[in-house]
T-cell receptor, first 116, second 112 residues
């Protein structure tokens, strides 16, 4: 498809387990973002990639969270030792790199993570 | 204080009515401003940008007041299909970085 693709769409895991969430951005989009959205809240920024490098990881809540984008396309968000508080919808978005900010991020449908 | 604050609602409005949402932001250095729309259990999508001079897109009008640090969205002649959560969004970064800060969203339900 032409949009941002995220897998899995739903993930249920037990506290303490390791989880990987995958994002396949729109072809040609060099910028990739991960956000997290809890119930009743707006999306919360986690990390931003420009190409292969993490340009801004200031939103990662702690060292249990890590993300990679080794070839500048697909990205994986990795969560170690999951906690119940990690339960949320993890949204990936991509955009073109432009000189002016258009605010136009294209979001995937998200990966809903439930930690029991 | 949150970077972007919105009244979460819900706003229950009869079809055809006009409804307005406001949002305030705390970072006076914020560069650009947007409204996103999010349908239930769907991803957010850009609705419109917000310019200092005010801008209109059909039934939707957005305004920015930099001095008071607030943003507004007006919806005229509301339709059932306007029911959604409206997210106020601010970008405090430099050009080329679309790191967006979202408000909690205002939930709107249009009643037939």
């Amino acid at each position: 498809g032409a949009g941002v693709s995220q897998t899995p769409s739903n993930k249920v895991t037990e506290k303490g387990k390791y989880v990987e969430l995958r994002c396949d951005p729109i072809s040609g989009h060099t910028a990739l973002y991960w956000y997290r959205q809890s119930l009743g809240q707006g999306p919360e920024f986690l990390i931003y990639f420009q190409g292969t490098g993490a340009a801004d990881d200031s939103g990662l809540p702690n060292d249990r969270f890590f993300a990679v984008r080794p070839e500048g396309s697909v990205s994986t968000l990795k969560i170690q030792r999951t906690e119940r508080g990690d339960s949320a919808v993890y949204l990936c978005a991509s955009s073109l790199f432009r000189r002016e900010n258009t605010g136009e991020l294209f979001f995937g449908e998200g990966s809903r993570l439930t930690v029991l | 204080r949150k970077e972007v604050e919105q009244d979460p609602g819900p706003f229950n409005v009869p079809e055809g009515a006009t409804v307005a949402f406001n949002c305030t932001y705390s970072n006076s250095a914020s560069q650009s401003f947007f409204w996103y729309r999010q349908d239930c259990r769907k991803e957010p999508k850009l609705l419109m940008s917000v310019y200092s001079s005010g801008n209109e897109d059909g039934r939707f009008t957005a305004q920015l007041n930099r001095a008071s640090q607030y943003i507004s969205l007006l919806i005229r002649d509301s339709k059932l299909s306007d029911s959604a959560t409206y997210l106020c969004v601010v970008n405090g970064q430099g050009f080329g970085n679309e790191k967006l800060t979202f408000g909690t969203g205002t939930r709107l339900t249009i009643i037939p």
